[in-house]
């Protein structure tokens, strides 16, 4: 019997990419949606995750946090779905992934919250400037591909979450690579049935 996966989520958290990582797999899932407060800060939970934050996932006896680790878990879980490169030609794959879990989530959460660093420390920042950033993720997700190749991964649902999540809050400038490349990964059906479940469950909390 295949172990038996949990999502544990607020639809209003960023266990709406974990949540298109599911979807993409179309595996079975069981979902346990906490409240922000002392849900998340229960005893149980915290044995999940000692952070008291969402996402995480439990599959059997394996528990998971932090979004990129979640979706790059799940990949490798679950390899017939295919959203993992083959273990030797994933060095563009690792790099996207966790470009944008580093550089490109500091550098967009810097931004939000008004704070510029000073020129003579970016140097000391992992990501340098948020223009740097821009351009380089600007030439990962530039032509018709995925950031990993020709091919749709895992990456593509880390990237594109931030490229779609930072679009629709106005975080990241509206280049014409970054719009085509969240209308060319934002439109796929797995996503669409994503942010509908994650839709309901916020309208149904009221």
């Keep these: 019997m295949a172990p038996q996966l949990v999502f544990y989520t607020n639809p209003m958290s960023r266990g709406r990419i974990v949540r298109w990582m599911l979807e993409e797999l179309q595996v079975g899932y069981r979902t346990e949606l906490l409240d922000y407060g002392p849900a998340m800060k229960s005893a149980d939970y915290l044995a999940v995750n000692p952070m008291g934050k969402v996402p995480a996932i439990r599959h059997g006896d394996t528990v998971v946090t932090e979004s990129p680790a979640i979706c790059a878990y799940l990949a490798d879980a679950f390899p017939d779905v ?4 083959p273990p030797g030609r994933r060095g563009a794959y690792y790099r996207w992934l966790f470009f944008a879990a580093g550089p490109l989530e500091a550098a967009v959460a810097n ?19 948020f223009r740097l950033v821009m351009d ?48 060319r990964v934002g439109t796929r059906e797995a996503c669409r049935r994503a942010t509908a479940l994650d839709d309901e469950a916020t309208a149904a909390a009221g």
């Design 82 to 85: 295919g959203l993992a490169p």
């Design 111 to 129: 931004r939000a919250f008004g704070f510029e660093l000073p020129a003579d420390k970016e140097a000391m920042a992992g990501y340098g400037n």
């Design 136 to 183: 380089t993720l600007e030439t990962a997700v530039s032509g018709d591909g995925y950031v990993a190749g020709d091919a749709f991964s895992a990456a593509d649902v880390y990237v594109g979450s931030h490229i779609g999540w930072g679009l629709q809050l106005e975080l990241i400038e509206r280049r014409p690579a970054f719009e085509a490349y969240w209308e």
